[in-house]
């Protein structure tokens, strides 16, 4: 199964084996995390599988999760670092998914490493081999509906809707889904929503969300053959909005031969 397939596949999972992954799988996944195309390429990652088999690492959180392997991505702190962080970090969930293994995202969680020159740990993921069902049914997914994250202006094909039921599972903090759409027959304006979150750590992790949702439009786009340019426009810019801020604007069109 490819990463499309696996956005109504994947589920969060806390409850792990301590069982070792093979070492060639280990190694894949970082090639693959690096292979990942970023939002934002010019901002300098690192990603480090931390081992945790024997439960010894110092891992400290208010949602910490006991596993086997932790995945850590250090970054830049440069303006959109948190966007790319979860626009890098999805497929490299999705992919872990596919490969049979279970994988959770970890919000204020703390793993005591030595930090590598320039960068900060972001975000760190929790795997290993799942103690429950590693897939779901995309049905059962806590999720609002389209009608209520969506304002429909055009009617929308049939890719354009599958692109939208990919970005609806997408996951989030606190599962707020803190994103709303406007959505034309080739265009998508994307907009933040104005939680009140209790602490700026909760807020950076809505914006390591809203790029989770980002990659869940772009792996769509790629998988029904459209081409999907990301663009802040400044007139949308420029204006205030009640319940919420403009993000960017998702130019759909089909790609060209």
Same mark, same amino acid.
């Given at each position: ?28 996944? $970082? ?21 945790? +088999? ?28 948190? +966007? ?34 320039? +960068? ?28 209520? $994250? ?51 750590? +909760? ?55």
């Amino acid at each position: 199964m490819n990463l499309y397939q696996m956005i109504f596949k994947r589920r969060t999972i806390r409850k792990l084996k301590k069982e070792p992954v093979p070492d060639q799988l280990l190694k894949d996944i $970082l090639y693959f995390g690096n292979c990942v195309t970023r939002l934002y390429p010019e901002i300098s990652i690192q990603m480090e599988i931390c081992d945790n +088999l024997d439960g010894k690492l110092p891992v400290s959180g208010l949602w910490k999760v006991d596993a086997p392997y932790y995945l850590v991505l250090y970054s830049e702190e440069k303006e959109g670092y948190l +966007l790319n962080a979860g626009y890098t970090m999805e497929p490299i969930l999705l992919y872990m998914t596919a490969k049979g293994l279970g994988t959770c995202y970890l919000g204020n969680t703390k793993i005591s490493r030595l930090e590598p020159p320039g +960068l900060k740990p972001v975000i760190a993921i929790a795997f290993g081999y799942p103690k429950t069902l590693l897939y779901r049914d995309p049905a059962t997914a806590r999720r609002l509906p389209l009608k209520e $994250l969506c304002i429909f202006k055009e009617e929308a094909g049939e890719p354009m809707k599958n692109i939208l039921k990919a970005i609806r599972l997408s996951p989030s903090i606190m599962n707020t889904q803190p994103w709303r759409f406007i959505v034309y027959n080739d265009k998508i304006y994307i907009f933040s929503c104005k939680e009140i979150l209790p602490s700026p750590h +909760l807020i950076s992790l809505r914006e390591i969300s809203l790029g989770i949702m980002l990659s869940h439009l772009s792996i769509a786009a790629e998988e029904m053959w459209m081409n999907v340019k990301l663009e802040v426009e400044e007139a949308m810019d420029r204006k205030s909005y009640k319940s919420g801020s403009y993000v960017s604007t998702a130019n759909v069109k089909e790609y060209r031969s």
